[in-house]
Every structure is written in C-alpha cells, then in structure tokens.
C-alpha cells in the first residue's frame, strides 16, 4: 500500500512531543476502510495469544493468569510508543525461557518470591531497553553475530520443545540439559500416564494439521477448545491428568515490585540478557515489514517501545516479554494496516482477563504442552542452518557451537557465551588485513580491485591500494604489512603509492602511528605517498601539530582522481592525462541526452 505517512525530515519535526510519541503520525491519517482489516487483524492475534499465553506463563515458571496481566499493557505500551505497525510485541517463548532461568537461580517457581522477582526482572529489562534507546545505542544489537543468534534461538526452542514431552508423557521430576532429560525420561517411560499421552498426542497431531493444512485457522485456539472439551465430555481429571485449574478472573493494579537491594542487583545480569534478545530478536522482522510495507521506522524508538511493555509488564504483575514472531506474521497476513491492531488486540486480552478465564479451567496440561512445542518449532533456524552449512562453513560452526551451547549448559551461561562469542567473531573478523589493489575502470570515474575486474587500468609507477576496513588497533600491522607487500612485490619500479582511505572514518593512536611510520618508510624510499578520500577526523587527527605525525596536507587528497592526475602532472605523462580526459569526455557524452530528448543534462 502506498504510505501516506509523513517521511520527510521537516514533517517529522513538526513538534517535539509527536517525536517522541509515534501514534500521532499514523492515527491523524488513519483511514475509515483500514478498520475491518484492523479489527480482523487483532482478534487473529487475540486467538493465538491467549492460549499460547498460558503456555508461555508456564515456561516462566508462572501460573496462566499472570500472561493476561503482562500482554494487554504489553501490546498497548509498543502501540503507542513503536514505528512499526505490524510487529506484536506480548509473550515470547524465548524470553519467558530466560526469564525462568534467570530467577530459579533465586527462588523456587510459583512462590510468591518467584512471581514478584519475575515481574521485577520485567521492569529492569524495560528500563534497560529505554535507556538504550534513548541514548540511540540500539546498533548495540548488532554484536550478537546472526550466525549465534540462530543457533542460540534454535537451541531455546529445542529445549523449550523438550521441557514439554514429560507433561506429554504424564511425568513429573524430569530435569536437566537436554541430554539429562533424555537420560531420565528412558529410565521412567514405563511410567508414562496413558490417558495424559493420549490427550497430549491428540491435541499435538491436532495442532500440527491445522498448522500444515489449513493455516487460515487459529490452530492454538481449536486446539484448546478441543481439549477443553475432551476433558470435560470424558472426565480426564478424574482419570489423572493434569489441568489448568482454577484461573483467578480480573487484572491487578500496577505496583512496583518490593525487593531487596541484593535482589534487584541478581537480577541485572538477566535483565541485560532479555533486553538483547528482545532488541535482536525484533529488529530483522521490523525491517522486513516496514520494506515490505513501504514506510520507515526508527529502530530506537522501537526499541524504546519494547522496554515501555515490558516496563508495563512487570509493574502490572507480569513478566517479561518480547517481540512475538509467529503472532506478528499472523498480524500481517491478517492484513494488520496499523497499530490500531495490537490496541484492538489490549482490550480484547483484558476482556478474556475479566470475564473468560472460568472456560480454561479444564484445560490439560498436555494440550498445553503440545501448543508449546508446534508454536516454538517454528523458532528452529533449519533452513538457514543448512544455508550456513553450504555456503558458509566458519558461521555454521558458529552457529552449531552455539547451539550444543544452549542444550548442554544453564541459559544465562549460554546466552553469555554467545555475546563473547560474537564479540571474538567481530574482533577476528575486523583484524583481517583485507585490501584492494586498484585500477580505474574502462570509461568510468571508479576505481576498482583489479583483481575482480583484470581489465581496469593501472598506470605505471603508481600503486594503488584500499584497505577494505577501518583502520583501528587489531588490524592496523597487518594492513601495514599488506601495503608493503604489494610495493616490494611490484612488478615494475615504483614512484607513488596511493593509498584510499575511505572506510576508515577515525583513526585511534595506533593507527595513526602505523599510518605515519608507513608514510615514513615509503618516503625513505623515495616514494610520493598520497592519501585520498580522508575523513575529517581523520584529516584532522593526522594534521595536528600536537600529534607529532610530520604529514602535509599537500599528501592528502580529495579523490582518487585528483590524486591520480596529480601523479600523471609530476611524471609529466602527458598522453596518459589525454587518454584519462579524452575517455571522460566520452564517457560525459555517452551520458549526455540525445537532441529533442525530454530532459537536459543539467536538469
């Protein structure tokens, strides 16, 4: 659809509050006929939130109950303060994953303690995102490397899905890693629960074809309802399988979490690990949606709405929440146009809240179990794993580490492996000495790796080279050494040496030492060094008299160009400057427009 919302920079700084609060932007151009879409789009979202809901409370170590309380101020929180208008944002299965993790480590689930530390750790990953977002630090995300995001997100859902066979199964007491499970549950399956896996294979075969064949219906909302009524017509609690109970009706008022100092400070760790997540998580859905869509978004103001609903959630008993992947894909195939849906969708939870919550009370725990293991199936990276596997070996390592990561230790470990993982990755990747031997392309103003295209021009007696990366500390001896491998390795005497700096936008003191000693050396040998496309900084920090750096600005250059033609006067090349201008002439009137055209080259 055509976006008739305002995307230029004067528009959007019409006034201070509407920058800082998104909802005028799309509500002032709201149109009557995007409404119904609205309006199916969030009840779509209702029908799968509300049992997968449950299910999720329960992986957080939570009673049902507290899922309404966190997704209505959840959805409403991102409605108002996000840009993008079809991502959901209430429970997440990965994220109650780390929440429960985060707080058996200091308390005993479903204890008063628990449920009050968990709507605490909701409130200090909300402050953390805010923060992060007001400080425009949201790019932070970007250090998890996507290759560890995909294997640490497949291996919560393939520990998350494997939590799920013991209720299955009608076992209690099983525990562990994944492997320890999987020891416990062989040494018990001859004590399986046969009406519970009978329930549970049920409602699990049921799921799954719904979700295969005929996807246009709410599959977790059948699914419930199925297994309500199977409970209920066949009197399953009787017959000793597990139910939902009794579900308390109503929300709670907000109140701030009372803890100890000690507790909030335990709490920090997990908090810092649920705002990652949450960011990293959302952000590639964001964008698909807003491309795909043809609107902008601001990634720190979403970041921003995502710790508002979470700060909601926990201030309003709840926990945790996250950006909710499936619920958002569904929110866009319903046709979702606006926000407007994810509010439509608030009240409607709050209305299930108040007055639904006696229908859940047969529900079993096994139906539950089965919603939780087709919901996170999808988090499973297959398809890229596999990509990774064939194109890209070194980051489907990575991948697959991470993911032996997450089934083998606690998550918080593995979630903290993770980040140094991508961080070591970035520092590894970054200190690559990567660079580009150039020559100037057939006809055209640029300049390119002759090693990519062997038909660009070089010129005799000049070498010319780019690093591909920034300068800074781990890769500046190695493009040193780069450097000065090509020149001793030249095929022809040298007289100049051209070097392009324009990924390097600062420069840290041992790049600039490596840049002045290299600027130095190649002078002792009698070699005019040009540097060409500095930045500012850069131009700045190797100029200052206090550096001690001894450049001129005579060796640096605007362009590429400028510098080569420079070069071509010194030699006094002549006819190699009247082929360089005589090819841009060429290249200006190939450009130029024919006669009678429309349009002028000026214009």
């Known amino acids: 659809m055509s976006s008739p919302f305002p995307t230029t920079r004067s528009e959007r700084a019409r006034s201070g509050w509407v920058r800082h609060l998104p909802i005028p932007l799309w509500l002032r151009q709201y149109r009557s006929e995007w409404l119904r879409d609205d309006l199916i789009a969030g009840f779509t979202v209702v029908a799968l939130l509300v049992p997968e809901g449950m299910a999720y409370a329960q992986i957080a170590g939570l009673p049902p109950q507290t899922a309404f309380y966190a997704a209505?101020?959840?959805?409403?929180?991102?409605?108002?303060?996000?840009?993008?208008?079809?991502?959901?944002?209430?429970?997440?299965?990965?994220?109650?994953?780390?929440?429960?993790?985060?707080?058996?480590?200091?308390?005993?689930?479903?204890?008063?303690?628990?449920?009050?530390?968990?709507?605490?750790?909701?409130?200090?990953?909300?402050?953390?995102?805010?923060l992060v977002g007001t400080l425009r630090l949201g790019r932070l995300a970007r250090f998890l490397s996507e290759s560890v995001a995909v294997g640490f997100v497949s291996g919560l859902a393939v520990m998350i899905a494997a939590k799920q066979v013991p209720k299955i199964l009608g076992l209690e007491g099983i525990r562990g890693n994944l492997w320890e499970m999987q020891h416990q549950l062989v040494l018990h399956l001859a004590d399986t629960h046969g009406p519970t896996l009978v329930i549970g294979v049920l409602c699990l075969t049921l799921m799954l074809g719904l979700e295969h064949y005929v996807r246009q219906l709410p599959a977790a909302l059948i699914t419930v309802v199925f297994g309500i009524a199977s409970s209920q017509i066949f009197g399953l609690e009787q017959q000793g399988v597990s139910i939902v109970g009794q579900i308390p009706a109503g929300l709670l008022p907000p109140q701030w979490p009372t803890l100890s100092l000690n507790?909030?400070?335990?709490?920090?760790?997990?908090?810092?690990?649920?705002?990652?997540?949450?960011?990293?998580?959302?952000?590639?859905?964001?964008?698909?949606?807003?491309?795909?869509?043809?609107?902008?978004?601001?990634?720190?103001?979403?970041?921003?709405?995502?710790?508002?609903?979470?700060?909601?959630?926990?201030?309003?008993?709840?926990?945790?929440?996250?950006?909710?992947?499936?619920k958002s894909a569904a929110n866009d195939r319903a046709?979702?146009?606006?926000?407007?849906?994810?509010?439509?969708?608030?009240?409607?939870?709050?209305?299930?809240?108040?007055?639904?919550?006696?229908?859940?009370?047969?529900?079993?725990e096994a139906t539950l179990a089965g919603i939780v293991i087709v919901a996170v199936?999808?988090?499973?990276?297959?398809?890229?794993?596999?990509?990774?596997?064939?194109?890209?070996?070194?980051?489907?390592?990575?991948?697959?580490?991470?993911?032996?990561?997450?089934?083998?230790?606690?998550?918080?470990?593995?979630?903290?492996?993770a980040v140094i993982c991508s961080l070591v990755v970035l520092v590894w990747r970054s200190s690559q000495a990567s660079l580009a031997v150039l020559g100037r392309a057939t006809n055209r103003f640029e300049f390119t790796d002759i090693r990519q295209d062997p038909e660009c021009q070089t010129y005799p007696g000049l070498l010319m080279v780019r690093p591909n990366q920034g300068l800074f500390f781990a890769n500046a001896e190695g493009i040193r050494d780069a450097i000065l491998q090509q020149v001793e390795g030249a095929s022809e005497p040298l007289k100049a040496v051209l070097i392009d700096l324009v990924a390097t936008q600062q420069l840290d003191a041992p790049s600039t030492e490596m840049l002045t000693a290299l600027c130095r050396e190649l002078e002792d040998r009698e070699l005019v060094v040009m540097l060409t496309r500095v930045s500012e900084p850069a131009r700045l920090r190797l100029l200052r008299p206090s550096a001690g750096?001894?450049?001129?600005?005579?060796?640096?250059?605007?362009?590429?160009?400028?510098?080569?033609?420079?070069?071509?006067?010194?030699?006094?090349?002549?006819?190699?400057?009247?082929?360089?201008?005589?090819?841009?002439?060429?290249?200006?009137?190939?450009?130029?427009?024919q006669p009678g055209g429309e349009e002028t080259l000026l214009g």
């Open 377 to 417: 199936s999808g988090m499973v990276r297959l398809k890229k794993l596999l990509h990774l596997l064939r194109f890209h070996r070194a980051d489907f390592a990575l991948a697959s580490f991470t993911l032996l990561s997450v089934l083998t230790l606690e998550t918080m470990e593995a979630l903290l492996l």
């Open 72 to 130: 209505p101020i959840g959805l409403l929180a991102f409605a108002l303060l996000g840009t993008s208008r079809q991502l959901v944002v209430a429970v997440s299965a990965a994220i109650a994953s780390i929440s429960h993790a985060t707080i058996s480590r200091i308390s005993e689930p479903l204890t008063a303690h628990f449920i009050v530390l968990s709507s605490a750790l909701a409130v200090v990953s909300g402050l953390i995102c805010i």
């Open 263 to 326: 507790d909030w400070l335990q709490l920090l760790p997990g908090g810092l690990g649920i705002a990652l997540v949450t960011f990293a998580e959302a952000i590639g859905p964001v964008r698909a949606f807003a491309a795909a869509h043809g609107y902008r978004i601001d990634p720190n103001r979403d970041i921003i709405g995502l710790g508002a609903a979470n700060l909601g959630a926990g201030l309003f008993h709840g926990f945790p929440i996250g950006a909710s992947l499936s």
């Open 335 to 364: 046709g979702a146009e606006t926000q407007l849906s994810s509010v439509i969708a608030a009240v409607a939870t709050a209305c299930v809240a108040l007055f639904c919550t006696p229908w859940f009370e047969a529900l079993p």
């Open 549 to 593: 750096t001894g450049l001129s600005a005579a060796m640096l250059h605007a362009s590429t160009m400028e510098a080569l033609v420079s070069h071509l006067s010194r030699e006094q090349a002549w006819d190699a400057i009247q082929v360089l201008i005589t090819s841009s002439m060429n290249t200006v009137e190939r450009l130029a427009p």
